[in-house]
Nanobody
Framework: QVQLVESGGGLVQPGGSLRLSCAAS????????MAWYRQAPGKERELVAL???????TYADSVRGRFTISRDNAKNMVYLQMNSLKLEDTAVYYC?????????????WGQGTQVTVSS
């Protein structure tokens, strides 16, 4: 059974930094795209950043230049370094990965981690 587990959320002041981590575990053959999404209260879930297996990255306009996504393929992990945090970054952040098992290739989600930016 494949699982994604996030960690690293918390409360931070505006202008501060946080680093989110997400670990993939279970039986699988490979991980393709890994991504971070977020969902603020009353809003739809939105893509924050994604990284391909070869390391190509894409960012939402709202976080480009402040957030950095990276991955460690040997550890099956993806990270999101968040700097210069703003009040509007407050949301539940979800890890997502497209993972290939012997049965299929599908998208998996973590349980989410709360990030609150507040003074």
């Amino acid at each position: 059974q494949v699982q994604l587990v996030e960690s690293g959320g918390g409360l931070v002041q505006p202008g501060g930094s946080l680093r989110l981590s997400c670990a993939a575990s279970g039986r699988f053959i490979s991980i393709n795209v890994m991504a971070w999404y977020r969902q603020a209260p009353g809003k739809e879930r939105e893509l924050v950043a994604l990284i391909t297996g070869s390391g190509s990255t894409t960012y939402a306009d709202s976080v480009r230049g402040r957030f950095t996504i990276s991955r460690d393929n040997a550890k099956n992990m993806v990270y999101l370094q968040m700097n210069s945090l703003k009040l509007e970054d407050t949301a539940v952040y979800y890890c997502n990965a497209n993972i290939r098992t012997i049965y299929s290739s599908q998208s998996y989600w973590g349980q989410g981690t709360q990030v609150t930016v507040s003074s």
